[in-house]
């Protein structure tokens, strides 16, 4: 017997669960809910009391009279309904809307791909003028190591401008000028040693020129002997010029 309930209400499960079932019993629940009203609420001596009619003949009389056009209305009206909400509602309205989402997503997407083609077309503009740009520096930076290379004054006047702050490196300078235009470049760094025919140096003077590039030192008649580079030359000139050396 449990096994018969079980299997009925399994069936009634799949019945009202399937689609075209559960509206239909929907659809004819809302045209006889006055129906299921009076059988579950409406008691027999209600019925009696108000109509002079027993329950069960007032269902048939007032349910279904073959006379009463409403009988034949509330049974096909769920037919009906569930025809329109299974099979055409669909088609007029949800495949619609379903269409014109799908449509949505994919304008969506078409505007996406768009805009991200334009960022990467402001990108790749933007790493094109990163490119111009260091190319021009490059060049820049190419064309000013020619100039320097044949006119090496440019960069010995920037040079020149940190040494003029440097008074001890003047100083020396001053003293290079002494030894070759006074005793014909001859020089020493022994302090005992100097005369007519030559200069004395301080060691760290010397070191100073030698190292700036300033000067070349060769054999001379009484030890050492030196002479200005063109680069010497150049920073004796401008001094003079600024007055700072004699």
């Known amino acids: 017997m449990k096994e018969i309930v079980n299997s009925i209400a399994e069936t009634i499960k799949n019945r009202l669960t399937n689609p075209v079932y559960g509206t239909f019993v929907i659809s004819w629940i809302i045209f006889h809910w006055n129906f299921i009203f009076s059988i579950l609420f409406l008691s027999e001596d209600k019925i009696l009391e108000t109509t002079g009619l027993l329950k069960n003949d007032y269902l048939v009389y007032r349910f279904f009279s073959l006379t ?3 009988l034949y209305v509330s049974w096909l009206a769920p037919f009906l309904l569930t025809w329109i909400i299974i099979w055409k ?3 007029w309205i949800l495949i619609r809307a379903y269409k014109k989402n799908e449509e949505y997503e994919t304008e969506k997407i078409i505007i996406k791909i768009i805009e991200e083609r334009k960022i990467e077309e402001e990108k790749t503009k933007y790493e094109k003028e990163i ?8 060049e820049k930076k190419e064309e000013e190591k020619k100039i320097k290379n044949i006119d090496p004054t440019m960069e010995w006047g920037e040079e020149l401008k940190n040494i003029t702050q440097n008074p001890l490196i003047v100083q020396a ?3 290079g000028v002494r030894a070759i235009y006074q005793t014909n470049g001859e ?3 022994r302090a005992e040693r100097g005369g007519m025919s030559i200069t004395y140096i301080q060691p760290d003077f010397l070191s100073r020129l030698d190292t700036l590039g300033l000067i070349e030192i060769t054999k001379g008649t009484y030890g050492s ?3 200005f580079t063109n680069k010497g030359k150049f920073f004796v000139r401008e001094l003079q ?3 700072k050396i004699q």
Request: charge should be positive.
């Open 68 to 70: 009463d056009w409403y």
């Open 89 to 91: 509602l669909p088609e």
């Open 131 to 138: 490119v111009k740009k260091t190319k021009v520096v490059a």
């Open 173 to 175: 300078i001053q003293n």
């Open 187 to 189: 020089f020493t760094t």
């Open 225 to 227: 002997k030196m002479n």
């Open 241 to 243: 010029n600024q007055s």
